[in-house]
T-cell receptor, first 111, second 113 residues
Framework: NAGVTQTPKFQVLKTGQSMTLQCAQD?????MSWYRQDPGMGLRLIHYSVGAGITDQGEVPNGYNVSRSTTEDFPLRLLSAAPSQTSVYFC??????????FGSGTRLTVV | GQQVMQIPQYQHVQEGEDFTTYCNSSTTLSNIQWYKQRPGGHPVFLIQ?????EVKKQKRLTFQFGEAKKNSSLHITATQTTDVGTYFC?????????????FGQGTILTVHP
């Protein structure tokens, strides 16, 4: 099992560019989430999904879109990158009653 | 919305000293989870507490869930340099919000040998 795979690991974007952060899990987990981590602010929930075809907003959803067409994949789209979106992004998945398994993260810089 | 507060933000200890971090939620939780993140790494799940007043132990780590299911604590006995990292609590309100896990800001632990 690969667990939770995030790509890319590093990315530099220019303000206004769009891009998709990829996340895939091979554990058949029903729950998946995207978090961003900034110094001193812990992990803030962007969007989450409780199953294929079902997504919902977290604490900081503005500027991000998600979709969950399959159980395995949960991509995060940045519509028009802004410097405030410079952060480390983590994707995570879990099943009922379990803790989250996190991916290794994507370090995004917007210039 | 649900808020999870964690204190202290930083804790510096000498190796062998004990360490405790506290977590408080603005709402009653269905369950609470604890994670550890090593510097430069990703969060790793430690444990989940579900029952009111529950206490669980993992070697030198003791986890407690409050009677009102609104607070929790993690206590490490006799810290070691391998305990260095950031400890996060994360709360789940359950019900229609079951898929939503809200993290505290974390406590950064440094251990001086």
């Amino acid at each position: 099992n690969a667990g939770v795979t995030q790509t890319p690991k590093f990315q530099v974007l220019k303000t206004g560019q769009s891009m998709t952060l990829q996340c895939a899990q091979d554990m058949n987990h029903e729950y998946m989430s995207w978090y961003r981590q900034d110094p001193g602010m812990g992990l803030r929930l962007i969007h989450y999904s409780v199953g294929a075809g079902i997504t919902d907003q977290g604490e900081v959803p503005n500027g991000y879109n998600v979709s969950r067409s399959t159980t395995e994949d949960f991509p995060l789209r940045l519509l028009s990158a802004a410097p405030s979106q410079t952060s480390v992004y983590f994707c995570a998945s879990r099943s009922t009653g379990m803790g989250y398994t996190f991916g290794s993260g994507t370090r995004l810089t917007v210039v | 919305g649900q808020q999870v507060m964690q204190i202290p933000q930083y804790q510096h200890v000498q190796e062998g000293e004990d360490f405790t971090t506290y977590c408080n939620s603005s709402t009653t939780l269905s369950n609470i989870q604890w994670y550890k993140q090593r510097p430069g790494g990703h969060p790793v799940f430690l444990i989940q507490l579900v029952k009111s007043g529950e206490v669980k132990k993992q070697k030198r780590l003791t986890f407690q869930f409050g009677e009102a299911k609104k607070n929790s604590s993690l206590h490490i006995t006799a810290t070691q340099t391998t305990d260095v990292g950031t400890y996060f609590c994360a709360g789940n309100a359950g019900g229609t919000s079951y898929g939503k896990l809200t993290f505290g800001q974390g406590t950064i632990l440094t251990v001086h040998p």
